[in-house]
């Protein structure tokens, strides 16, 4: 980091996926670049000045069905076909959140999976989920007694 403490351009550093609560030990000295933090953990925001930060909030459902379109390579798709349905329903499950919304339809245009599989296939990952929600839970209490 010391030799970018030297630099008199301007330069962008970007931590993302950011988790570090402690980010002292990585920031250059100096006043030529910005820092971009992207991250999951809505804690953070606490530690900037609102004016330095900004939400990334779920997108419509128009807008993410053509953004799962895109990204997957199903532009062609029609309104009346049952996988426009379909996409829809995967969207809505993502909580039309961009980056997850992203990270399927690259799954998708990847592995060449169809959307009936892969709504299948994300609804099963969502009870498995809160089925184990449910036992971590269960296991805390019965440890807490």
Known sequence: MHWMEGLTDEW???????????RRA????????SILYTSRLTSLVHDFPSHC???VTPLSLTDAVNLFLKV???EG??????DWERIQNIV???????????NSGAAIR???????VFLRQ????KVCMLLVHACVAQSNMFQSA
Not at 26 to 33: A, D, E, M, S
Not at 77 to 82: A, C, G, M, R, V
Not at 110 to 116: A, R, V
């Open 77 to 82: 798709i029609s309104e009346s076909s049952s």
């Open 53 to 55: 930060t900004l939400e």
């Open 92 to 102: 809505r499950e993502l909580g039309c959140l961009p980056l997850d919304i992203c």
């Open 122 to 125: 994300l609804l099963r990952a």
């Open 110 to 116: 990847g592995s060449h999976i169809p959307l009936e």
């Open 72 to 74: 997957s390579a199903l």
């Open 26 to 33: 990585f920031l250059p000295g100096g006043n030529t670049g």
């Open 12 to 22: 962008l550093m970007i931590f993302d996926n950011c988790t570090l609560r402690d």
